[in-house]
């Protein structure tokens, strides 16, 4: 036995094998499901959680010549009075980028003028150090 099925047009049951509805004359070839899927314009979603987050485009000044300052700084650690100026010069600018926006330059700034006054704390124990042990100190001593 043939087994039966629903016309989705009209819903009277007609043999499984059959291709047009014996009640309805509707054309069954094709799938229902196979609906032409419209192609629809895909429109990106803006996120509205990110929209309070976005920063609006802003010069930080003091923060960019904070990070370029501590740069120099860092990277003339090793001339003196030069590295002390351009680290002092480095970190205040810094600073007072941070109460500007964006801060990203700023905290840059900042987290090298740190890493500067580490490796400058660094350099003068080390050349104190070196002073202290070198005959330099004694001649400096016997000067006086
Ligand atoms: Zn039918």
Redesign the pocket.
């Known amino acids: 036995m043939e087994g039966y099925k629903k ?1 989705p ?4 049951e ?1 043999p499984e094998s059959a291709t047009k ?6 054309w069954l070839n094709e799938p229902q499901a196979a609906t032409q899927p419209q192609p629809r314009p895909v429109q990106p979603q803006p996120q509205p959680i990110n929209v309070q987050s976005q920063p609006v485009r802003q010069k930080n000044g003091p923060g960019t010549a904070g990070l370029v300052l501590s740069i120099l700084g860092l990277v003339l650690c090793w001339v003196p009075i030069a590295n002390v100026i351009l680290w002092f010069l480095g970190f205040l600018f810094s600073f007072i980028g941070m109460f500007k926006r964006p801060k990203g330059k700023a905290i840059a700034g900042l987290v090298i003028s740190i890493v500067s006054l580490v490796v400058l704390i660094v350099l003068f124990s080390v050349l104190g150090n070196a002073l202290l042990e070198s005959d330099a100190m004694d001649e400096l001593f016997n000067y006086y």
């Open positions: 016309c047009y009209c819903g009277e007609i509805c014996m009640y309805c004359t509707a």
